[in-house]
Nanobody, 126 residues
């Protein structure tokens, strides 16, 4: 049973940075991983994804150029580095993992992810 543990959220000012971490109890090289976020009253939103081999990434247009997803298979972690944070980035952030035979693909489709972290709150406020 794979467990994902999210950490790194917090309260920051606009323009600040945060790094979110997702620790995977399983082998990260067997999973493609995504980050999603959710605001109460809105639908869950795709943020970023990384392929099993770590060579391919995908970003939502509203975070492109500000957020970076990366993975360290040796440590079993996937990181979301968030720079230039804006108030509209305020949400609960979740990492998710999907077992995949394909080493190079990513996906934005939340229903294709089998495992989810518990979420971490990010609040951007002046």
């Amino acid at each position: 049973q794979v467990q994902l543990i999210n950490s790194g959220g917090g309260l920051v000012h606009p323009g600040d940075s945060l790094r979110l971490n997702c620790v995977n109890s399983g082998r990260t090289d067997e999973y493609r991983v995504g980050w999603f976020r959710h605001v109460l009253g809105k639908e869950r939103e795709f943020v970023a994804a990384i392929s099993r081999n770590g060579r391919n990434t995908d970003y939502a247009v509203n975070v492109q150029g500000r957020f970076t997803i990366s993975k360290d298979d040796a440590k079993g972690t996937v990181t979301l580095q968030m720079n230039g944070l804006k108030s509209e980035d305020t949400a609960v952030y979740y990492c998710a993992a999907a077992a995949s035979r394909d080493p190079v693909s990513t996906t934005r489709i939340s229903s294709l992810y089998n495992y989810w972290g518990q979420g971490t709150q990010v609040t951007v406020s002046s």
